[in-house]
């Protein structure tokens, strides 16, 4: 089984930064495609970026330009560093892995969740 762990959420003011970290416990690799997804409170899970093991990456059109998803593999390490953080950035995000494509991930492996708070 598969285990992967986030790290680097907490509060950040709005235009502030964070980046988050997502180590696993196997090769990344081994998956097709990594990434990064979202839940605020009463909305939908939804894919904010995702990289595949060729470098290929796609963004939520809410972070293009703010967020940047990266590898590295040595350490077998996710990382999305998010920049320009907005209030309605705050959600708690998921570190994400499998088969599925950069657009529409959903994987089978799944992070415990990290919260990402963004305050005006």
């Known amino acids: 089984q598969v285990q992967l762990v986030e790290s680097g959420g907490g509060l950040a003011q709005a235009g502030g930064s964070l980046r988050l970290s997502c180590a696993a416990s196997a090769t990344i690799a081994s998956f097709n495609t990594m990434g990064w997804y979202r839940q605020a409170p009463g909305k939908q899970r939804e894919l904010v970026a995702a990289i595949t093991r060729g470098g290929s990456t796609n963004y939520a059109d809410s972070v293009k330009g703010r967020f940047t998803i990266s590898r590295d593999n040595a350490k077998n390490t996710v990382y999305m560093q998010m920049n320009s953080l907005k209030p309605e950035d705050t959600a708690v995000y998921y570190c994400?892995?499998?088969?599925?494509?950069?657009?529409?991930?959903?994987?089978?492996?799944w992070g415990q969740g990290t919260q990402v708070t963004v305050s005006s």
């Open positions: 994400n892995a499998g088969w599925g494509t950069v657009a529409a991930l959903q994987g089978r492996y």
